[in-house]
């Protein structure tokens, strides 16, 4: 089976601190990498993927990718009270259609 | 803007009933998925399809199946509730093509079996 593990949290940070959430995956072959955020109640929306090893930023966003440890993180600079959310790491399945999702890390954002 | 709408926000049925969850989406998408999210174990796929009349078992397929007859609609059916299918169901649609893999994601359905 394969699996994304996510810290469960909560990770509490104060605002306008910088909040690191982090990702690791089992499947070797992923090219693929995806960040949604989800409020409570809500359904997860997309806010980052990345495909190639290193950093890629948007805007107070940054993921960063190491395919050789396997690993996927999300930086989110001068965090605000609405990024209190839950935050899910999810890869693509090397060759297929399959999404795998980590159960997800709620983040609060103290103002 | 792409639109994945689903029938109904909140369901309750009883045990035994067939249930119909509906899923609609206007982009056009070649994919389709069927989640379920619960507490602490995050979304796990029951069902996608990536063309019309085409399906594919996800990881928890058991006591669920699936119908595509359009490409905007796929349908979850419950063939007989029980309790442990109490869940939050989401519906979501993705294009095709190798670097859009995306999901976008209806607002879901909580269904509670009683």
């Not at chain 1, 949290?9 to 601190?17: I, Q, R, Y």
């Not at chain 1, 989110?76 to 209190?84: A, F, K």
Request: hydrophobic share 30%.
């Amino acid at each position: 089976q394969k699996e994304v593990e996510q810290n469960s949290g909560p990770l509490s940070v104060p605002e306008g601190a910088i909040a690191s959430l982090n990702c690791t995956y089992s499947d070797r072959g992923s090219q693929s990498f995806f960040w949604y955020r989800q409020y409570s109640g809500k359904s997860p929306e997309l806010i980052m993927f990345i495909y190639s090893n290193g950093d890629k930023e948007d805007g107070r966003f940054t993921a960063q990718l190491n395919k050789a440890s396997q690993y996927v993180s999300l930086l989110i600079r001068d965090s605000q009270p609405s990024d209190s959310a839950t935050y899910l790491c999810a890869v693509n399945e090397s060759g297929g259609f399959k999404t795998i999702f980590g159960a997800g890390t709620r983040l609060f954002v103290k103002a | 803007d792409v639109k994945v709408t689903q029938s109904s926000r909140y369901l309750v049925k009883r045990t035994g009933e067939k249930v119909f969850l509906e899923c609609v989406q206007d982009m056009d998408h070649e994919n389709m998925f069927w989640y379920r999210q619960d507490p602490g174990l995050g979304l796990r796929l029951i069902y996608f399809s990536y063309d019309v009349k085409m399906k594919e078992k996800g990881d928890i397929p058991e006591g669920y199946s699936v119908s595509r007859e359009k490409k905007e609609r796929f349908s979850l059916i419950l063939e007989s509730a029980s309790t442990n299918q109490t869940s939050m169901y989401l519906c979501a649609s993705s294009p095709l093509a190798r670097d859009n893999e995306k999901l976008f994601f209806g607002s879901g359905t909580q269904l509670s079996v009683l």
